[in-house]
């Protein structure tokens, strides 16, 4: 079992849990913006350093790992260390998502995006309170015209408990039923598969080397 906390946060599954219902329709599209200032790393670029939990997420929501992985970057403070990532991942069934990270920027930002073909969520984790907000947006076709739907957001309660304290529990759980843990040996080798993928496209990149 590895250490991807956010598969146990309960606004992410609250998120699923919504998905899986089919309250946002088909998924298209999702974005993840985790920014700050600082720590700087001098091991490890900021794909490494931010984006695992990120592409942990996605693939959790997608079903899937990415046919497609593109990435570009900027170097600014180390040589030969990504200070910030654009990562692009694309799925079968035409699910898209990009993540941005960067340990260059003025505040911290944790925002996830998941869009579908009925609705929308958004999750804010920096904020104080109503973190999780649910939005009847999106646009249907009316005699081939895409038509906009723009409904007031819904603020979404979700569990207080904490996600370490969350996976703990389902760690326990998993060993005394002998299930795979949702965060397994296999979860993690997809993820670092995809950071993998991200990276190769972060070296052709010539504006980042």
């Known amino acids: 079992m590895?250490?991807?906390?956010l598969l146990y946060h309960p606004a992410i599954l609250k998120i699923k849990q919504y998905l899986d219902e089919g309250k946002l329709g088909k998924l298209q599209y999702i974005y993840s913006n985790s920014l700050n200032l600082?720590?700087?790393r001098t091991e490890e670029n900021i794909l490494w350093s931010f984006a695992p939990h990120d592409i942990s997420v996605i693939q959790y929501f997608a079903g899937s790992i990415p046919e497609d992985v593109k990435a570009t970057g900027a170097i600014f403070v180390q040589e030969g260390i990504q200070d910030t990532t654009l990562t692009y991942l694309?799925?079968?069934?035409?699910i898209h998502a990009h993540i941005y990270v960067s340990w260059l920027h003025p505040f911290k930002e944790q925002r996830l995006v998941v869009i579908g073909d009925k609705s929308m969520m958004v999750f804010e984790d920096t904020l104080k309170d109503h973190k999780l907000k649910f939005y009847r947006k999106g646009?249907?076709?009316v005699n081939g015209t895409p038509v906009k739907i723009d409904s007031?957001?819904?603020?979404?309660?979700?569990?207080?408990?904490?996600?370490?304290?969350l996976e703990q529990k389902h760690f326990a759980e998993c060993i005394k039923s002998g299930t795979a843990p949702r965060s397994d040996g296999?979860?993690?080798?997809?993820?670092?598969?995809t950071l993998e993928r991200a990276q190769k496209e972060l070296m052709k990149d010539k504006t980042t080397n």
């Open 2 to 5: 590895v250490g991807h906390l």
């Open 38 to 40: 600082g720590t700087i």
């Open 90 to 94: 694309n799925f079968k069934e035409n």
């Open 139 to 141: 646009f249907e076709l």
């Open 152 to 165: 007031e957001y819904e603020n979404i309660e979700f569990d207080s408990t904490s996600p370490l304290e």
């Open 186 to 193: 296999m979860n993690a080798i997809e993820v670092l598969e």
